[in-house]
Each structure stands twice: as structure tokens, then as C-alpha cells.
Nanobody, 125 residues
Framework: QVQMVESGGGLVQAGGSLRLSCSAS????????MGWFRQAPEKEREFVAG????????NYADSVKGRFTISRDNAKSTVYLQMDTLKPEDTAVYYC??????????????????WGQGTQVTVSS
């Protein structure tokens, strides 16, 4: 099992940027595909981005492609989500997730077994 703690959320104006971090502990971080998901009020949790174990392959939801960048530092057991050109519709609680036998191309939350507690991102118009 991997324990994760997200940080970096907050309130930002539309067009601004935020960088989320997710620090992991427990099992070997580099053995896990990592993902970011988000959930807005009264909406289903949705996939945002995923990154392979080595960091060489990334995958993005169409809604964030070109604006968000996922990266990881296996030496620090941390995954990041750089969010640029933020829009009000990006407002949500953002969660990082770890998948043991998951494909980086999976956008299904059920494929990720361990989750952080979430961090709120609010984008004002």
C-alpha cells in the first residue's frame, strides 16, 4: 500500500497557474503508475492525467491537454501536476492515485488502488 499526501491547492484567478504535489510513502514509489483525478461538486470523479513508472510516458484528458503537465521524481517519491491557463471549470478537489498493475493509458479510477485525501483547487472568473 502507498500512502499519499497532496498539497499546493488553493484559490487562483482564471488564467493563472498552480502546481500540485503528491508525496508518497510506503512501498517502492517507482513501481507504481501514478495518476491525478478530480471531482467537482455533484459530479463524478474524472481522470486528469497519468504517468508511467519511469516518467517517460504521460496521458491526459482532452479537457486539460496542452494546459496541464504531469511529472514525477522517483528519488523524492513525489508526483506533480503543473496547471496553467486555469479555467473556472477546473474547480474541483484533486486527488493523486497509485496503480500497481495499471496501464498509464487507463483513465478508470477503479484501476488505481491507493488514493490521497485530496486538495481543493478553486478558479475564480
Amino acid at each position: 500500500q502507498v500512502q499519499m499526501v497532496e498539497s499546493g491547492g488553493g484559490l487562483v484567478q482564471a488564467g493563472g497557474s498552480l502546481r500540485l504535489s503528491c508525496s508518497a510513502s510506503g512501498r517502492t514509489f517507482s513501481n507504481y503508475v501514478m495518476g491525478w483525478f478530480r471531482q467537482a461538486p455533484e459530479k463524478e470523479r474524472e481522470f486528469v492525467a497519468g504517468i508511467s513508472r519511469s516518467g517517460g510516458i504521460t496521458n491526459y484528458a482532452d479537457s486539460v491537454k496542452g494546459r496541464f503537465t504531469i511529472s514525477r521524481d522517483n528519488a523524492k517519491s513525489t508526483v506533480y501536476l503543473q496547471m496553467d491557463t486555469l479555467k473556472p471549470e477546473d474547480t474541483a478537489v484533486y486527488y493523486c492515485a497509485a496503480g500497481w498493475s495499471t496501464s498509464v493509458y487507463s483513465g478508470r479510477s477503479a484501476d488505481f488502488g491507493d488514493w490521497g485525501q485530496g486538495t481543493q483547487v478553486t478558479v475564480s472568473s
